[in-house]
């Protein structure tokens, strides 16, 4: 397999590639300037125009655009432009494989960001197990946060007309080098044994609901972004190195256990309300627990019996336990 990773865009004359030889060109791996393969070859002058040319291999190009069937990923998977997953439809991820993303780039230019890659899933969605976790990386020579969008889990048309679906679940996977790595559009989510590194946000989710389990987050300026209206759950996590650890943006339950939140430059733990500039007149803030105790760089280690909870007048609950909170600039930051 050539490796290609060539970048072959807005030519101007009939053909991007023209072969006169005789002999086979290997042009695998390369962008496009479209995802399609019968596109891609009605812009290669080869052994089909001509008996007399060699062939041009241009198989494992970057692709895009709606996937119309069920089909698997394994091996390397090469994205140049938006990968929408449509209802009814499902991709299933082999253990082991590497989907690398053209960085920033978008051959549809559609989406939320028409210059960075999205795989849109309004489908189906499943990450196997039974071997090396799959990877979802910036193809860049220099990878960095943002290269790409991210997995966008969306409600379908069924779900918009009141229509119940299943959970969508992200497991042994890898993240890496995204503007959002996992986002849930309006739909419940559940993350379990997968890492986040190199992402602006690993997890953005304004679903019913989210639960984060036996999951690392390295890197990240925003480990866990929740702004949804039920409950967030996070257990048995580890958060390290970023902005904030775990950002929550709307009155949710909240129940976080087990958890290593180290190493964030402004909160470990940052439970801010959308527009509640304080605390509401006798609603008790962290019961059991002053937040000024855990502002320095001190480890934090929270036993059964030392629970930070709030129980808001609304019925909400905020809950840490068992948690070990250190090197943040605030431990936990509630209003």
């Known amino acids: 397999l050539d490796d290609g990773g060539n970048y072959i865009l807005n030519s101007t004359g009939d053909y991007d590639l023209i072969n006169l030889t005789p002999h ?8 496009w300037w479209s995802g399609e393969s019968a596109a891609i070859d009605s812009r290669i002058y080869d052994d089909d125009e001509a008996p007399a040319s060699g062939l041009v291999d241009f198989s494992h190009h970057y692709r895009s655009g709606v996937i119309t069937g069920d089909e698997a990923w394994e091996g390397e998977v090469r994205v140049g432009g938006d990968i ?19 960085p920033h780039h978008d051959g549809l230019s559609s989406g939320v960001d028409p210059m960075r890659v999205e795989i849109i899933v309004a489908g189906g969605i499943t990450f196997k197990d039974g071997g090396n976790p799959s990877r979802f990386i910036s193809d860049g020579y220099a990878p960095e946060p943002g290269d790409w969008y991210g997995i966008r889990f969306v409600r379908g048309k069924r779900e918009e007309g009141g229509g119940k679906r299943e959970e969508r679940t992200v497991k042994n996977t890898r993240v890496n080098h995204a503007e959002r790595g996992v986002s849930a559009e309006g739909v419940k989510l559940s993350v379990k044994k997968t890492r986040f590194n190199d992402c602006n946000l690993g997890i953005y989710a304004t679903g019913k609901a989210l639960e984060v389990k036996k999951t690392r987050f390295d890197n990240d300026s925003i480990g866990i972004y929740f702004a949804g209206s039920n409950w967030i759950e996070v257990r048995d996590c580890t958060l390290a190195l970023g902005d ?38 006798g609603r008790p803030l962290l019961r059991g627990l002053d937040p000024k105790q855990i502002q320095d760089s001190k480890p934090l280690y929270l036993g059964l019996k030392d629970v930070a909870a709030t129980q808001g007048l609304d019925g909400n609950r905020f809950e840490v336990k068992r948690c070990h909170i250190a090197g943040c600039g605030t431990g936990i930051d509630a209003a």
Not at 24 to 29: C, D, F, N, Y
Not at 84 to 102: N, S
């Open 24 to 31: 086979e060109i290997m042009a695998q791996g390369n962008l």
């Open 84 to 102: 929408i997953i449509p209802e009814g439809v499902e991709v299933k991820v082999m253990p082991g494989t590497v989907v690398k993303v053209a």
């Open 244 to 281: 904030y650890g775990i950002w929550i943006d709307q009155e949710s339950s909240v129940d976080i256990k087990r958890s290593h939140i180290k190493d964030f430059s402004t909160a470990g733990i940052y439970y801010h309300p959308e527009g509640k500039d304080r605390v509401p007149a």
